[in-house]
């Protein structure tokens, strides 16, 4: 069973840094694109980045370039987004999505909530 | 870049069919296929057709999408309306470098 469970959310002030993780599951994870979709409350699904399956081709949304660094390790499973210099606009639940071989995203976690306020 | 425009929200009664459009704002609609994702309250979403008119297996026939490129938009039609088939609905395509969602249509069945 295909499993993505992400950590690392909370509260961070606007400045501020933090890590999100997502951990890998019941699939060939190297074989796979993976990306990070984020939901600010009440509002709808925005793509936040991409990376290839190699972390040869990396892509970010215009929102977050220059801040977010989105990274894997195959060996561990695991998917990563760092993001800094934080503002009141990324808060929002993070979703890490596999990509299908077709391109669409087939398998989401359950999302982790991040808070960017004083 | 480009946007997807779909409506805020529709409503319909049960058994009934229903039809949420998704307009391609620059690009045409046929050059990146069409995806329609299903979110219910407090969950992820999930895939109801990719490639423009697939539909994931455990996914009812009464999904169906297509796309029109004279209006150069995508549509998602549900029909025979369930309950449960009250929820967000998201149209998502993409370019060569980035991956674009619509504002969501909420669907009340009712």
């Known amino acids: 069973e295909v499993q993505l469970v992400e950590s690392g959310g909370g509260l961070v002030k606007p400045g501020g840094s933090l890590r999100l993780s997502c951990a890998a599951s019941g699939f060939t994870f190297s074989s796979y694109s993976m990306n990070w979709v984020r939901q600010a409350p009440g509002k709808g699904l925005e793509w936040v980045s991409s990376?290839?399956?190699?972390?040869?081709?990396?892509y970010y949304a215009d929102s977050v370039k220059g801040r977010f660094t989105i990274s894997r390790d195959n060996a561990k499973n695991s998917l990563y987004l760092q993001m800094n210099s934080l503002r009141a606009e990324d808060t929002a639940v993070y979703y890490c999505a596999r990509d299908s071989p077709e391109s669409y995203f087939d398998y989401w976690g359950q999302g982790t909530l991040v808070t960017v306020s004083s | 870049n480009f946007m997807l425009t779909q409506p805020h929200s529709v409503s319909e009664s049960p058994g009934k069919t229903v039809t949420i459009s998704c307009t391609r704002s620059?690009?045409?609609?046929?050059?990146?296929?069409v995806q329609w994702y299903q979110q219910r309250p407090g969950s992820a979403p999930t895939t109801v057709i990719y490639?423009?008119?697939?539909?994931p297996s455990g996914v009812p026939d009464r999904f169906s999408g297509s796309i029109d490129s004279s209006s150069n938009s995508a549509s998602l039609t549900i029909s025979g309306l369930k309950t449960e088939d009250e929820a967000d609905y998201y149209c998502?395509?993409?370019?060569?470098?980035?991956?674009?969602f619509g504002g969501g249509t909420k669907l009340t069945v009712l």
């Open positions: 998502q395509s993409y370019d060569s470098t980035l991956k674009v």
């Open positions: 990376i290839s399956s190699s972390s040869s081709y990396i």
């Open positions: 490639e423009d008119n697939q539909r």
């Open positions: 620059s690009g045409s609609i046929a050059s990146n296929y």
